[in-house]
């Protein structure tokens, strides 16, 4: 009968699974499965059995020598004589297995090229993947994810993950075809004490690019201020075929057949309104997925001491976004690069907000190399 932790069904049916805990920290790296530690191999050559084999070899050679030892436990005289030799030298800890190979071998990767990747892993935490494609855009090693990732584990400071598991997808074949609009929030910025201003974060992203066409800070949800910001994004990027909402207010009411503002002015134009299904987020992943980089890179690293400053942030991260920060799910190339061309031309750790006060310092450690 297998064991619990061997079965592949979750007690909750509705839980997905994840087969192993990563737990790390100063000075120590494991990995335990759900339920307990895995089973280990007894009959491994470094497994305790194998260790008492060799211990009894040794002692039968010493006894009644090396060929009668041989012959009872049906091992080589050579084996035996490099026991003997090995247990003469270190002990019971010579008889441990281990590989032969060289302890010191090492890639034709340089030393300065460890130093610069574990900088970038201690200052933003991007996965080995993330961290050799911004290496060889940016121009400064090219070097594999693999390596990266033994590196890592080497060092300490590797971390496990459990992939997301892959929903429907899709993609327009074109920029402007859609645009996915949401809102976010509420937010509370404090002024001081126990002043706060109540703020939502709406912003709007092109399907085919995951390009920004805008995002803006707002004291109010109403459909005024977000069609007169709607009506700046279309002028400054055109118009889309479609534009995506959820279900909430001021997109949609909850009478059928029956616009609000918004609709209007979207039918109007001639623009149709898509709306995502209920209790289906996915449906919007586009922009769902930039509110996860956004919580992740601003709104959990900055306190904003008013909102102007709030305005200033998320403009600078729309344009660190759009033209410098390369996208895995469109292949490394930043968002600008696919909707309208804008080609990369960043160098080493230009327009990183969390590395580019090391610029000086890259240069002159390439240089030295």
């Not at 091992?75 to 026991?83: M, V």
């Not at 990266?148 to 584990?153: S, T």
């Not at 977000?226 to 997109?251: K, Q, T, Y």
């Not at 623009?271 to 601003?298: C, D, M, Y």
């Amino acid at each position: 009968m297998p064991k619990s932790w061997e079965t592949n069904t979750p007690s909750d049916p509705r839980r997905w699974l994840r087969r192993h805990h990563y737990q790390e920290g100063p000075g120590f790296l494991f990995v335990a499965t759900q339920g307990g530690r895995p089973a280990s191999d007894p009959s491994g050559p470094r497994g305790p059995a194998q260790i008492r084999r060799r211990m009894r070899a040794v002692r039968l050679a010493r006894e009644l020598g090396v060929e009668a030892s041989s012959r009872q436990l049906g091992c080589s005289r050579r084996a035996i004589h490099y026991w003997l030799a090995a247990f003469a030298a270190d002990g019971i800890a010579g008889l441990v297995g281990g590989s032969r190979r060289p302890q010191h071998f090492r890639p034709s990767v340089p030393a300065w090229v460890d130093r610069v990747i574990i900088t970038i892993r201690l200052l933003t935490y991007w996965n080995s993947k993330r961290i050799a494609a911004e290496m060889d855009r940016r121009q400064i090693y090219q070097v594999g994810h693999d390596y990266i990732d033994g590196l890592l584990r080497a060092q300490g400071c590797s971390r496990g993950s459990v992939p997301p598991r892959p929903g429907p997808r899709y993609e327009r074949t074109s920029p402007n075809e859609l645009w996915h609009i949401d809102i976010k929030g509420p937010f509370f910025i404090n002024l001081g004490g126990h002043q706060y201003i109540k703020t939502w974060i709406v912003g709007l992203v092109d399907d085919h690019s995951r390009f920004v066409i805008g995002l803006r800070i707002l004291s109010e949800t109403k459909a005024t201020p977000i069609l007169a910001w709607l009506e700046e994004c279309f002028e400054l990027c055109g118009r889309p075929l479609e534009l995506m909402s959820d279900n909430g207010l001021p997109f949609v009411v909850w009478m059928p057949y029956v616009l609000t503002r918004f609709g209007k002015r979207l039918r109007d134009l001639h623009i149709q309104h898509l709306r995502t299904q209920i209790s289906s987020p996915w449906t919007n992943g586009k922009i769902e997925a930039f509110w996860a980089v956004l919580q992740a890179e601003v709104l959990d690293r900055q306190r904003f001491a008013g909102f102007a400053e709030a305005e200033n942030a998320l403009a600078r991260f729309v344009q660190y976004y759009n033209y410098h920060r390369l996208s895995g799910v469109l292949g490394w190339v930043t968002p600008a690069e696919r909707y309208d061309g804008t080609p990369f031309t960043d160098r080493g750790f230009e327009h990183i907000p969390a590395l580019v006060h090391l610029q000086s310092w890259l240069q002159t450690v390439m240089t030295a190399a």
